[in-house]
């Protein structure tokens, strides 16, 4: 769920104010949005997640960065809940440098923003290889992968547990049985 205040501001004003806040925030089009938090399933799944890539990728040349900044336009900061950029980046960074995977993982409520907004803002930028958008409420993933002629005009799905996610990008493969594991779904 968000909630968008009518409190226009620049990229720069926006990233010092944000990082005095206690909760979570986006710049959308030069509006400040509030981001509210999801339920254990959406926590679990982030969890899973990031272990999942940080136990496979190369640490020297890549890191894995829960809810950290990404510059997709003009005026707009989104907040993904997992990036992988690369590894060396100043430790006074507030946005990533050249993300090469993107993901969010998904509520009922954010669904519109995630498959539509995002995707689109996220799939324009160069260093992009892999969004992927991960349901909490059912096993589901949409995986937009770059090739050589760049992104498709969709997504693969993907809802066997036994399937996994390639991401060429970083030479890896994301089984969903990782992404799930420990997460009750009805």
Known sequence: MTVQTPVPMDKATFLGWAE???????????????????????????FNLATALDTRIDLDTWAVLP??????????????????????????????????????????????IDLGDKAAEYLRLPSLGTYLVVASDEIKLWVWTRTATGFSSGPVVLGDIAASVEVPALGIALPLAEIYARVQLD
């Not at 806040?21 to 509210?36: A, C, D, F, P, S």
């Open 67 to 112: 809810e950290f900044g990404v510059d997709v336009g003009p005026a707009t900061i989104r907040f993904p809940d997992i990036v992988v950029d690369p590894a060396g980046g100043a430790m006074t960074d507030r946005t990533a440098t050249a993300p090469v995977l993107i993901a969010e993982v998904m509520s009922p409520s954010s669904e519109r």
């Open 20 to 46: 005095r806040q206690e909760e979570n925030y986006e710049l959308v089009r030069g509006r400040v949005v509030m981001m509210t938090g999801g339920p254990r399933g959406h926590s679990q799944i982030l």
